[in-house]
């Protein structure tokens, strides 16, 4: 399995960044798609998941400004970010894993975007 992100940048605060990943290989179609993301110093953090049923979960710190979203046919997962913040800086990693009670367990991991937000 690869996933392959893209989207990052540099960005002022109040702006906007659209993240995108896409999963090729053997992919479960019930996987749940995610983002990710580790600030300099910090331990990886939640950002945002989203089930094969449309069913998304969102970190506190980004809930009413980051939306997620998943083309299930085509196996990829979008992070569309508004109003961002300088503490919102940090490497963006997109995952794909099993679901909570899956038989079946894996864990995948991107390579990693590194989002910038100016003050």
């Known amino acids: 399995v690869q996933l392959q992100a893209s989207g990052g940048g540099l960005v002022q605060t109040g702006g906007s960044l659209r993240l995108s990943c896409a999963a090729s290989g053997n992919i479960f179609s019930n996987s749940v798609m995610g983002w990710y993301r580790q600030a300099p110093g910090k331990q990886r953090e939640l950002v945002a998941t989203v089930t094969s049923g449309g069913t998304t979960d969102y970190s506190d710190s980004v809930k009413d400004r980051f939306t997620i979203s998943r083309h299930n046919r085509r196996y990829t997962v979008d992070l569309q970010m508004d109003s961002l913040k300088p503490e919102d800086t940090a490497v963006y990693y997109c995952?794909?894993?099993?679901?909570?009670?899956?038989?079946?367990?894996?864990?995948?991991w991107g390579q990693g975007t590194l989002v910038t937000v100016s003050s």
């Open positions: 995952n794909v894993r099993s679901p909570r009670f899956s038989y079946v367990k894996y864990n995948y």
